[in-house]
């Protein structure tokens, strides 16, 4: 099977997705340690509008201690190891195809 062909979609185009997410993450992550609250303009508040989702949605499950550049850190793990299973279960659902 090729590697390239569009037949694993259904994998690419949500880790495509998530990669992107991951970056935006990144981003935020080094514009809210780099400026803090002093980080105001239109363009930190489109990445927040963006990421907010994610970084809320961890939020509930962090302490309320937990500053919130420590959330967006963890927001971006839980990316990374969604990412990482999706990979998984592409490689068992294709194994399982292989093996019939």
Aim: contains cysteine; hydrophobic residues 60%.
């Amino acid at each position: 099977m090729n590697p390239s062909a569009p037949l694993q979609w259904y994998v690419d185009g949500p880790n495509l997705a998530l990669a992107v997410l991951s970056y935006l993450l990144i981003l935020r992550l080094a514009l809210d340690l780099t400026f803090g609250t002093l980080g105001n303009n239109v363009i930190f508040r489109g990445l927040c509008w963006v990421t907010d989702p994610v970084v809320r949605g961890v939020g509930v499950i962090t302490p309320r201690v937990v500053p919130e550049p420590l959330v967006t850190l963890c927001a971006l793990l839980w990316l990374f190891a969604v990412r990482i299973a999706l990979v998984q279960v592409a490689a068992a659902v294709a194994m399982r195809r292989l093996l019939g």
